[in-house]
């Protein structure tokens, strides 16, 4: 076998507990074979047969699953810091839509590239991402190595009916065409942008092609009481209703934010088994409210966690993210109980995975060998009381010291294998200035 294994460190295993165990996996598949003594096939092997292969010295670290930022615009990465403090609505409008309408191709790629390195370094194994010229940013997926499920954003307001229509018959195509790339590790979705950016009957024509070809359907809903008010007014029913009419509430569709859902929608939701994809960096940033995470949570909603684009976070650090998670849903509750560390961990990593359906999640024999180690030697995460208390509300993504996706080694000591660094950040940085001269000009 074609062993990798991850030795001398602390495993966070599915239940919670945290076992001092060394993780073997089996390269070729992909996959965890065994987690200390314990194997897929539940024998006692302990994997000390998996012979001579690579090593990850996880020694004072804690291995954790890879973990899932479900919801985000990678290439967004070149309007970070480009327009801050202002709500969505005008923010989206003055600012990021014209920045967005002169980016290329090869913009959105060395975007897409920045992000994707961002991720890898803070330890992040899979993501979904909404955006343009998608197959570039697959492209990216595959040379980086990491798992996305990718879908093009249809906007057909202020459009005449042959672009929506054209926008609409892109999303499909990369849905179609894109599913399956990079080994398997790029998946896709039918991604409408939101219920209010899209008109009716693309929605229900999009939404039924979905259908027709398996692929989910992701969107932005209930972000702000502004998107859910015409909803509202003009229909006489609330979003995820207007959603469910739509026949865009199924088990494996995920949508962004969920800010302002009644008790009305949180059940429709959770009879449904749509996940909801928790942003509450972007959610703070642009004020556009809490979203009830414990009441989701409580009702049996799969609830995930997303960074949004970098330009509303304005990191892709998804350790962030936890801590913003369990912070707001404490304010949002009112109860400083609600959104434990151990919720946030979860809907971070399983949930993540759930949501988007996507192999990892957790480290157990069987599972995908999607993982992060997590160096715990650093003054504030001194002392351990308990590993997953400092995941949820002390760890940075720059405490990340190897990241495993799929069986590869994407990072080995804080050093990006399959990207050049430096040449992204430069490739990066010079797009974005040649970005922002072709907006002002
Ligand atoms: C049509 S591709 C995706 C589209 O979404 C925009 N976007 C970025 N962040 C948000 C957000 O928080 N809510 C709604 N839309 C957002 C992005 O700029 C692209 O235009
Ligand atoms: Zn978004």
Known sequence: MNTLRVTGGRVLRPDGRVTESDVTIDRDAGAIVAVGDETASGGGTGGSDAGAGETLD???GLVIPGLVNAHTHAA????????????????????IWPAEAELTPDDIETGAELGVLEMIRSGTTAFADMYFAMDRVADVVDRAGLRARLGHGVVTVGKDDRDARADVEESLRVARELDG????????????????????EFLRE????????????HLHANETADEVDPIVEERGERPIAYAEDLDALGPDDFFAHGVHVD?????????????????????MKLASGMAPVQRLRDAGVTVALGTDGAASNNDLDVFDEMRDAAMLGKLAADDASAVPAEAVVEMATAGGAEALGLPGGRIEPGAAADLAVVDLDAPHLT???????HLAYAARGSDVRHTVCDGEVLMRDREVLTLDADAVQERAAEAASDLVDRVEE
């Open 383 to 389: 002392p351990v009381h308990d590993p997953v208390s």
């Open 181 to 200: 790339a990079a080994d398997g590790r790029v998946r896709t979705a039918f991604m409408p942008h939101s219920l209010t950016t899209v008109g009716e």
């Open 58 to 60: 996880a020694d004072g």
């Open 206 to 217: 999009g939404v039924a092609a979905a259908r027709e070809a398996g692929v989910p359907v």
């Open 76 to 95: 967004m990465t070149l309007l970070r810091g480009y327009a801050d403090d202002k709500p969505l609505d005008p923010w989206l409008r003055e600012d």
């Open 263 to 283: 008790d009305s929608e949180i059940g429709r939701l959770a009879d449904a088994g749509t996940a909801v994809v928790h942003c509450p960096a972007s959610n």
